[in-house]
């Protein structure tokens, strides 16, 4: 029970406690982190078992019938009607007359009853109508890999495994390695590091213990698997796990799987922002086109419905995804079958081989180096039928050449991993282009109209270019004939005012630019950065009739006072502010102010002294980040009043704080 022994006591304390109602309870997490194992050492607890009068464990997993599940129940109750039942009802009646055994048998009785691996909330409804509750403490216990199917019980009930810490992680694997063996002294540093890679998976420690207590136990063997997180003992590991992780891609829903095979074209240990990924999904066209959500709401549809399915990881304190090692494999293992997409990793990767069909829709250029690579090149611009051009390895500050040549047909160009010195010109003939992101620190060209298609243009630079208040660089005034725009990341650039009857009427998204940038009013997405206007040009940004999403950086705006009115920031559900001289935020007004707020981040902040209270009711996330302690006590005062007020309604507020100061 490495890593599980505390909750494994609250469990058993939990259950062998005196109360009345029948109490339901989940375990829940990604698949394979120890939930059916934990599980059936709670089932099987001498203690546990002795304060039940019948226990029952039953494996339910995606493919079920609940008749069967009911006939297991009753099997392991040892009802004798079973047969009978069976011969002579059929159908509906069948799983009528099954629900009233098994109901009849539990009653009157203190039960346990262990329902693993659900993956569906009917079935939890369904079995709410069947388990009795005759107020003598009976518990029924669900395992899910379904944060959607844990929600069923109440969150007091819901327990969320986590990961294993490191020395947690290596604490396991010594043990699965050498058993009660002390670990040889040359071995512990390579294995602490093996341990590491499996990123605290119970199940992914497990196996490769398994692996590695089969193998040479030498200092040289260990170095070399503890530093290739592509040997071949992890890949043996990967491997047999698939019969466990494998069913949590099969049964996503249709829609998301090409959006989850998506995330392996990145390389291993790769992290994404969520709109990045949005972005990328939609000019793929996995979006559903006709739909009229926004962004946002897709960015819950979607990436919530991965978070919800436990295949990718959040990270809360930087708000990034990505992708456990595991279930990368499997996506690059799903990909390569189904020819998604085909990645380059090394240049024997890119040599032509027997059996490779280069008629593949992306490319991924993990190693960027290769794009110097004149047989490397060769083999890329072979590819004339690609659509997406991933370049993601580590990033190259040296230029190196794009493939472009023969790639007409590309739709997406992600290069933000290549330093560009001059802007390359054949990009400028890809007319399909739809995503188009690169770094370069010089000015675009005006013919970047000519990609009259391109909906998403992010343009990031190696160097930071600082503007002063009356000094401000502008786009090129063309940038107005590209009418498919949804999103403007250029940062250290602003957006002209248009000429007469010019309009960006899809821009929604606009990322880097100074409070003097023109501003269209379809924008529900804003990030402003550095020039140091005072607050009262912040009028401006409030009228802006869409906007939800609001990031203040690096001295947009100073002066020690902002006052926010009554009218302002209606629709504002995300907020951020960085790096400000501000000391005090007051709202003059008479009601809430920020009414649809969210989401609050407040970052570097470290003369804000005051904030009042009057935020409005949909506050969820709070995230602060070196900031005055005055800002943590109010967000501490905050909470406290908050969830007195709306915490017995399920609606709590979370705060966060990360501070290097104190």
Not at 257 to 267: D, N, R
Not at 628 to 646: G, T
Request: charged share 20%; hydrophobic share 40%.
């Amino acid at each position: 029970m490495v890593g599980l022994s505390d909750l494994f006591m609250r469990l058993t304390d939990w259950l062998i406690s005196p109360h009345s109602e029948l109490i339901v309870m989940s375990l829940d997490g990604m698949a394979g982190i120890g939930k059916t194992t934990i599980a059936k050492k709670l089932f099987q607890d001498p203690f546990i078992v002795s304060h039940y009068s019948r226990l029952v464990f039953v494996t339910i997993g995606p493919k079920y019938r609940l008749a069967d599940i009911l006939v297991e129940i009753l099997t392991q109750l040892n009802n004798a009607d079973i047969d009978e039942i069976i011969w002579l009802t059929k159908g509906e009646e069948l799983l009528h007359e099954l629900k009233w055994k098994v109901c009849e048998s539990l009653s009157e009785l203190r039960y346990l009853i262990v329902l693993d691996d659900v993956w569906y909330t009917d079935l939890c409804y369904e079995f709410a109508n069947v388990f009795p509750d005759d107020k003598n403490g009976s518990v029924a216990l669900l395992t899910t890999r379904l944060s959607e199917v844990s929600k069923c019980v109440h969150p007091l009930n819901s327990h969320r495994l986590p990961f294993l810490d490191k020395k947690e992680s290596w604490e396991l694997l010594r043990h699965k390695v050498f058993d009660a063996m002390p670990c040889p002294r040359e071995l512990e540093k390579s294995g602490k590091k093996i341990a590491e890679n499996c990123e605290g998976l119970p199940l992914k420690i497990v196996t490769v213990a398994h692996i590695l207590s089969k193998t040479d136990k030498t200092s040289v063997y260990w170095y070399q698997v503890a530093n290739d997180k592509q040997n071949s003992v992890y890949k043996d590991a990967y491997d047999q796990m698939s019969n466990v992780l494998y069913p949590s891609y099969d049964y996503l829903p249709q829609h998301l799987k090409a959006c989850f095979l998506y995330l392996g074209a990145f390389p291993q240990d790769y992290t994404a922002w969520r709109r990045q990924l949005i972005d990328l999904w939609s000019a793929e066209g996995f979006l559903n086109r006709k739909s009229t959500m926004t962004s946002t709401e897709y960015t819950f549809a979607y990436v919530g419905a991965f978070l919800s399915n436990n295949v990718i990881i959040y990270n809360e304190e930087k708000f990034i995804y990505h992708l456990h090692s595991s279930f990368w494999y499997l996506c690059n293992k799903e990909a390569a079958k189904n020819k998604f997409f085909y990645a380059f990793n090394c240049l024997a990767d890119a040599l032509p081989k027997e059996g490779i069909n280069y008629q593949l829709r992306r490319l991924c250029i993990r190693n960027n180096v290769l794009l110097a690579i004149e047989d490397a090149h060769d083999s890329i611009a072979s590819a004339s039928t690609v659509r997406s051009l991933l370049c993601t390895g580590p990033y190259h500050q040296y230029p190196v050449p794009f493939c472009l040549e023969q790639l007409r047909l590309l739709r997406v160009l992600e290069a933000l991993s290549i330093k560009s010195y001059e802007f390359p010109m054949e990009v400028l003939k890809l007319l399909q282009l739809r995503y188009l992101a690169l770094t370069y620190d010089g000015n675009l060209p005006t013919f970047i109209s000519k990609l009259f298609n391109l909906q998403y243009l992010i343009v990031h630079h190696q160097y930071r270019i600082v503007k002063s208040v009356g000094n401000p660089y502008y786009l090129p005034i063309e940038i107005w004939n590209m009418k498919e725009l949804k999103c403007l990341e250029i940062r250290g650039r602003d957006l002209p005012h248009p000429c007469e009857g010019s309009l960006l009427s899809n821009l929604t998204t606009l990322t880097g630019v100074g409070p003097q940038s023109y501003l269209p009013s379809s924008l529900t997405k804003l990030t402003l950065s550095g020039l140091g206007y005072p607050w009262e040009e912040m009028r401006k940004i409030s009228s802006l009739p869409n906007l939800t999403d609001l990031v203040l950086q690096c001295y947009a705006f100073r002066g020690p006072k902002w006052e926010v009115h009554d009218h302002e920031f209606q629709k504002l559900s995300h907020f951020q502010i960085e790096d400000t001289d501000l000391v005090h935020w007051k709202f003059v007004t008479t009601n809430f102010c920020f009414p649809a707020i969210k989401v609050l981040g407040i970052e570097h902040c470290y003369k804000l002294k005051e904030i009042p209270l009057t935020f409005g009711t949909s506050l969820e996330n709070i995230y602060l980040v070196d900031c005055n302690p005055m800002v943590v006590n109010w967000a501490n005062s905050l909470k406290e009043e908050w969830d007195d007020k709306y915490g017995g309604h399920g609606r709590r507020l979370y705060v966060i704080v990360r501070s290097s100061l104190y």
